[in-house]
Structures are given as structure tokens and as C-alpha cells.
């Protein structure tokens, strides 16, 4: 078993700008060349700006290459949650936020022409117990007659027919927009393509310092200054971004194991629709099949950040998690297994605006694929001077609370929501 994200491992990953070329001013540097810092970098370019990345590590190698590949539509928490804390307009343009970034995602795919399996599969979501469906039923009935009439309730049967005839779940909800990729392959082509079009991107090069010098940036790094009118801080979980960010997004750990390719006549029964799904208890699971015939399964399994030995031992969980919808996978060999940071809010939802003169997008919390995306386009039309309308703009933003602890309590949180899914 490899150690490593299936998605970076199957692909030829793209290199980087030469340190050669390293410049000493650019129009903006965007710090971090996950999918938020690539996308920005991209629609810069393109706009004629001159466009350079700064990513500490390589390319899409964090959370933008280590995620479930999942491009959901319909907002991470509950739709009715969201209208009773910020009234029904404001959770439809949320809803239609991430309408938009599966759309901008497949207009990228479609434009740029990537190879990366894009598909609007659709996400099931599937509920454990009779409890778990009332609460989905109640949402789908909001959702539908409010933002999306594209969704709908499956009962038992259904579910079964869509998951290998596992009667495990009660019912589901089925959203139809969402869809889904491989993150390796996109990653890389929309570096390419920002480089193509005239972004300059430098791997292994940490921004080490930022300060403002009259109406400029400077931004320092590990390979020399660059002044810029703008900045775009697209860090992620990063604890190399400045501590007032630090303190908004709290890493969690998430792990993902993915099995050997399986047999047809396997592949086509466990999963026929070939569907994002996503279970309901606190502690859920995520899933979804590959084009080479393989089940990628995730879940947040042993509540600590990722680590060579926490990857290990969630690894273990998540095969008990897997088997526990498929009795027939018991002896599917797992052929990789890793873990990642997911980038979560207090409100868990997406984060933009600018701070001290900075522009910021961050806190996508585990909803990031098509949300980095798509907000990295609109930060980088807003940045080459177009009008956008962002719904989550400058919206207020909630430290965590106890952030220093915060961390230290995981294993006990987890305890305490694995007890709730047992027993209530
Ligand atoms: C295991 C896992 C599963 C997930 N599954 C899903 C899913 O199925 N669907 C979904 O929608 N979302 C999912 N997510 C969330 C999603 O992957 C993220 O929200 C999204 O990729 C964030 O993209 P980003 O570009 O903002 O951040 P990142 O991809 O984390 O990129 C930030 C980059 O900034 C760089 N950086 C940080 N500090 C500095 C610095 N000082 N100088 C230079 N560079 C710096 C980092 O090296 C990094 O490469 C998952 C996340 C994880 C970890």
C-alpha cells in the first residue's frame, strides 16, 4: 500500500517557472498554487496581467491534490440551517454560490480542453437511520421548492439499486448538478494553462515575509523580493500564513483510502451510477469510484491531523468503514492510502475579502474543489479590475474559539460524535 494521494501518483505532474526567471516586480502574487491560487493565476493571465504564484511546496500537492475529487453542488451544511441563520435570500444566493463553482469548473474543463474525467455524476446522500431520512426529506422539500428543483428523495430500494444492493441506508437525497473529477490531472493541466498563457509559477519558494512600501507590496520570499499591486493569499490550512488567518481556519484532518481496480462485473455493481456519495452520520464517509475501476473511500476516521502514522491507522478504520456498506470488498486489496488538512470556518462556510489591503479566499471547509476554483477566477477578475459580484465578500469571520487548544480536543470531539452516531 502506497502512502501517497492516487491522484498525484497516477499522473506526470507539471513543473514549475525556472528560478531563472524569478522577477522583482509582477501586477500580483498570489501565495499558494492550490486550485484557489492556480485558477486566480490563470484568469490574471489571460486578462493580461502580469502573474506571478509563489507555492512553498509543489503544485496542487496539498489539499487541492489529496481531496475526494467530489465537485458538489448545495452548500456544506443543511439548507433549513442555512435559512434559519441568515433568512431564505441569503441561503438561496449561498445555494446558487456553489451552483456557480460546478459550472466554472466545467467551463474551465470544457474550454481548456482537460483530460481529467469531469462527469456530472450527481452526489447521493444517504441517511443511516429513519431520523436521518425525516431531516433529509424536510431539507430536499426546502431545497426543491426554493433553489433546486433538481434534487430529489430516493427511499430504501432506490438507495440499494444505486449502492451494490446494500440495504444499509434508509433513503437518500440525490442532488443532480454535482459531478466529479480527477484532481491530479486538473491540477496540472490549469497550472500548464496558466503558464501557457503567461503566469510564472515557482515551486519549493515560501513567501517568508509581507509588507507594505508606500502605495506596493513587498513580498518576500525564499527566492528573492517581488513588489506587487496586489496580493492574493490562497493558503489553505497553511501555518505560514499570517496568524489573523491562522486563527480563522482550523485544520482537520481527513483520510482517504483508495482499493486495486476491481473486476467489471465488480465495478458495475457496487456503484453502477457512478456517484458521489456522501453518508449522514456525524462522523460520515465519502466516496466514489475512478475511470481505472478503483472505489475511492474517505472519512474523517481517527481525529488528528494527517501524519505518516494517523494516515496508517485511518487507513484500518476506513477499510472497516468500507466494508461495512460492502461485505464483498472484504478481501479488495487497498492500494493507497493518505490523509490531508480540509480547511474548515466556524460558520463552515467560504471565506473572501481583503484584509489590510490584501485579498484573501479561504475556510472552504471540505465544499473546496469546485469553491477554490471558482473564487480563484472570480478574485482574479476582480484583481484585473472587473466588477464581481462575490456572495461571501468581506462577510464577517469568527476565530476559533480556544484556537491554541483547539487542536488538542480532536481525539475527544471525535469520541464524543462517535458515541452519538452509536447510540442516539
Ligand atoms: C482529504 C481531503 C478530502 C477532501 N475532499 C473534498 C471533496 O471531495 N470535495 C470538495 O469540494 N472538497 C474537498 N476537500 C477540500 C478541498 O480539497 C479544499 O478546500 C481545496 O482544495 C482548497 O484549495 P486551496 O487552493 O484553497 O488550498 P490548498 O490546496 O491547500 O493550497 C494552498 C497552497 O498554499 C501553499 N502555501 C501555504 N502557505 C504558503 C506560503 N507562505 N508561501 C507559499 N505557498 C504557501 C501550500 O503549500 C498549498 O499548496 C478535501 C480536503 C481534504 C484534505
Known amino acids: 500500500m502506497k502512502l501517497v494521494p492516487y491522484w498525484l501518483d497516477s499522473i506526470s505532474p507539471v513543473s514549475g517557472t525556472a528560478l531563472s526567471e524569478f522577477p522583482t516586480r509582477a501586477d500580483v502574487v498570489v501565495v499558494g498554487g492550490g486550485f484557489t491560487g492556480l485558477s486566480a493565476a490563470r484568469t490574471l493571465a489571460k486578462a493580461g496581467k502580469t502573474v506571478v504564484v509563489l507555492e512553498a511546496d509543489q503544485i496542487a500537492c496539498h489539499a487541492s491534490g489529496r481531496n475526494g475529487g467530489h465537485v458538489n453542488n448545495g452548500t456544506a451544511g443543511n439548507f433549513q440551517s442555512m435559512v434559519g441563520k441568515y433568512g431564505l435570500e441569503q441561503a438561496v444566493a449561498l445555494y446558487r454560490f456553489f451552483d456557480d463553482a460546478v459550472d466554472t469548473v466545467e467551463q474551465i474543463v470544457t474550454s481548456e480542453n482537460i483530460d481529467c474525467d469531469f462527469r456530472r455524476c450527481g452526489k447521493l446522500k444517504v441517511a443511516w437511520t429513519e431520523k436521518h431520512l425525516a431531516g433529509l426529506r424536510a431539507d430536499q422539500d426546502a431545497v426543491k421548492q426554493h433553489v433546486d428543483p433538481e434534487t430529489d428523495l430516493l427511499d430504501r430500494d432506490a438507495v440499494a439499486a444505486e449502492i451494490g444492493g446494500s440495504t444499509t441506508f434508509e433513503g437518500g437525497m440525490l442532488y443532480r448538478k454535482s459531478a466529479q473529477m480527477h484532481v491530479g490531472k486538473f491540477g496540472s493541466a490549469l497550472a500548464a494553462n496558466a503558464m501557457s498563457t503567461g503566469a510564472k509559477i515557482f515551486e519549493n519558494t515560501p513567501m517568508t515575509a509581507l509588507h507594505r512600501a508606500g502605495n506596493v507590496f513587498e513580498v518576500s520570499s525564499s527566492s528573492g523580493v517581488i513588489q506587487a499591486q496586489n496580493v492574493l493569499l490562497a493558503t489553505g490550512t497553511s501555518r505560514r500564513a499570517p496568524n489573523w488567518f491562522r486563527r480563522r481556519v482550523m485544520p482537520v484532518g481527513s483520510f ?108 472552504l471547509s471540505g465544499h473546496g474543489v469546485q469553491m477554490s476554483v471558482h473564487l480563484g477566477h472570480l478574485l482574479g477578475q476582480k484583481l484585473s479590475g472587473e466588477q464581481v459580484d462575490i456572495p461571501v465578500w468581506n462577510r464577517p469571520w469568527q476565530p476559533i474559539p480556544a484556537y491554541g487548544l483547539a487542536t488538542h480536543f480532536m481525539p475527544v470531539v471525535g469520541a464524543y460524535y462517535r458515541a452519538k452516531d452509536r447510540y442516539l
Not at 473486476?263 to 475512478?290: A, K, Q
Not at 496508517?312 to 490523509?339: F, K, M, N, R, V
Open 256 to 363: 482517504i483510502v483508495a482499493t486495486a481496480p476491481m473486476s467489471e462485473d465488480l465495478f458495475s455493481r457496487i456503484l453502477p451510477g457512478r456517484r458521489n456519495v456522501v453518508t449522514t452520520r456525524n462522523i460520515h464517509n465519502y466516496f466514489r469510484t475512478t475511470a481505472d475501476r478503483r472505489l475511492i473511500f474517505g472519512g474523517r476516521a481517527n481525529f488528528s491531523q494527517s501524519s505518516e502514522k494517523s494516515d496508517i491507522q485511518s487507513g484500518q478504520i476506513l477499510h472497516s468503514a468500507l466494508t461495512e456498506i460492502y461485505p464483498e470488498l472484504e478481501s479488495t486489496e487497498i492500494d493507497y492510502c493518505w490523509g490531508g488538512n480540509v480547511d474548515m470556518s466556524v460558520d463552515r462556510l467560504p471565506h473572501a475579502g481583503e484584509w489590510n489591503g490584501v485579498t484573501y479566499a479561504m475556510g
